[in-house]
């Protein structure tokens, strides 16, 4: 078993530091915050995820919480770089956090192995090597390792992880860290140190442009009638597609799609090349948080003095996370149109980010004299929103429905005026005011 020193406690840190601990080795969390530190080592996660309390309550022997890199870096295999990377005024990745673990390395017995987890521009693993070299830490070795961790299930995306990419300068650092990961059953995807910082950022790229697609087929299924959910799956199904990360609505948020496509994007700009199909991708997703909007236009006209409920603020379920969260735009939207905004989300605090908005306690609270109701986060209590309570609560009984989450039928059968996403067309919707077919006078023509 190994010693590990991980740098920073952040979300992709703590779930490493936990995960590697649970796996058996001897874990060491540094940060440079002392409230979190103070926090953690008094057994309190300062993340909402499912399961990570337990985990690190569970492991508590082999897993330790410090101010101080020294003792993070004593006796460790393997250093492991779980700083932020956030975007500076250009765009790009600003790595003043990853350069500042690298100041605090020291040479160490044997060949510890520096593990970056952060993520980072391509060509950043040349640049750390250089760095290395230049301060003497020749036995260091260094490997990429790129998380894919999604906030709610990044416990299972650590022990069941689809691949290992682990991509090396010398091949005897790179066994050492697939070593390391014994115990997880995945393909494991040997590579040079470029190539798996792209597969990072390449992923985070892949995933949101399925999402703005389906997002766009949504939009044309509500102008010629069919129901993207079906489409969806009809597509889905299709081994060479897969169904996930084909759920269409109110665009893709939070702290990692946003940024890594836009570090794509600048970096293929940097590097000389016009990556085109990310500024569609980019652009559909800013219009489409902003669909919601003029839905409610549709049904409500001018939005001045009308009360909207948002329902859900966390750019997804099952966090309590509120980076890029598509509700911000939204509400933000509604405010500069006149409308009065109340939020309820069960986890997340918009407080202080949407100071103009009232935020709820309860659901019924949001609802209660309310113009329409918007699903802006998929969260389960919202399944029963369509309730005969709701209706009698609202002024207005309109629900959008951002995620697509209630069955529109029973919706309708509930008294309320529903409207989802790429479904307002469906086929119940459409079935009696569908035109009849003209018979067909000559045979169509093949172009
Ligand atoms: C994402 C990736 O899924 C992880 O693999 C990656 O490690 C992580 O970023 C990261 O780089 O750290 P996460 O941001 O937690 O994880 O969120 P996802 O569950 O992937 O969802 C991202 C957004 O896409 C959410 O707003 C979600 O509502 C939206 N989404 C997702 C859709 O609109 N439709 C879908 O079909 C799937």
Known sequence: MSRIGIFGAGYAGLVTGACFAELGHTVSIRDIVPEKIDALAAGCVPHFEPNLGELVERNRE???FTLDAGEALEGCDFAFICVDTPPTYSGDA???????VIEELKPLEGRPVLVMKSTV?????EKVRSALDARGLESWGY??????????????????????????FEESDAAA????????????????????????LASNAFLPTRISFINEIANVCELVGADVEAVARGVGLDSRIGTRYLRPGIGYGGSCFPKDISFLKLLAGNSGYHFQLLNAVIEVNELQKRRVVTKLQKH????????????GLAFKAGTDDMRDAPSLVIASRLLAEGAEVRTWDPVADARGLLRSARQCDTISEAVTGADAAVIVTEWDELRSLASPETRAAMRNPLIIDGRNLLDPA?????????????????????????????????PARKE
């Open 300 to 311: 409500l006209g001018n939005l001045r003095g009308k009360s909207i409920a948002l329902l």
């Open 410 to 442: 029973e919706a309708k059968a509930a008294g309320f005026v529903y409207e989802g996403i790429g479904r307002a067309a469906s086929p119940l919707d459409a079935l009696p005011e569908t035109p009849e077919r003209e018979p067909e006078t000559s």
């Open 94 to 100: 600003d790595l003043s956090r990853v350069w500042t």
């Open 62 to 64: 082999r897993l330790s």
């Open 143 to 168: 490997a990429s390792n790129p998380e894919f961790l999604a906030e709610g299930t990044a416990i299972k995306d650590f022990l069941e992880p689809d691949r290992v990419v682990i991509g090396a």
């Open 177 to 200: 860290v697939e070593e390391l990961h014994g115990g997880i059953e995945a393909p494991v995807v040997r590579t040079d140190v470029a190539s798996a910082e792209m597969i990072k």
């Open 121 to 125: 521009p391509v060509g950043t693993g």
